[in-house]
């Protein structure tokens, strides 16, 4: 069983910057793909981010290519996502993920899910 907590969400100006982090415990890290996901009151939780468990393998919504980077440090077991440029759209709960084998956009592959962080970006 793998636990997953999110950490870094906040409020912060739009043009400002914000990283996440998930720090996973209670399974092997290098075993999974990592995916970021979000959810806006009212909406279905969408795909934002996703890598495979060596980094080789990333994928970003068009939303936030560009702006967005997701990163993985297998040593330390967690994975970031670093939040550039943002916009007053990008406010949503932000959920990490994890999957056994490969990195995918659907959040319907996905096995273990964190609480989750608030970000706020006010304009």
């Known amino acids: 069983q793998v636990q997953l907590v999110e950490s870094g969400g906040g409020l912060v100006q739009a043009g400002g910057s914000l990283r996440l982090s998930c720090a996973a415990s209670g399974g092997t890290f290098t075993n999974y793909g990592m995916g970021w996901f979000r959810q806006r009151p009212g909406e279905e939780r969408e795909f934002v981010a996703t890598?495979?468990?060596?980094?080789?393998?990333?994928s970003y919504a068009d939303s936030v290519r560009g702006r967005f980077t997701i990163s993985r440090d297998n040593a330390k077991n967690t994975v970031y996502l670093q939040m550039n440029s943002l916009k007053s759209e990008d406010t949503a709960v932000y959920y990490c993920a994890a999957r056994r084998r490969g990195a995918r956009e659907n959040p319907l592959a996905y096995d273990y899910w964190g609480q989750g962080t608030q970000v706020t970006v006010s304009s």
């Open positions: 890598i495979n468990w060596t980094g080789s393998i990333i």
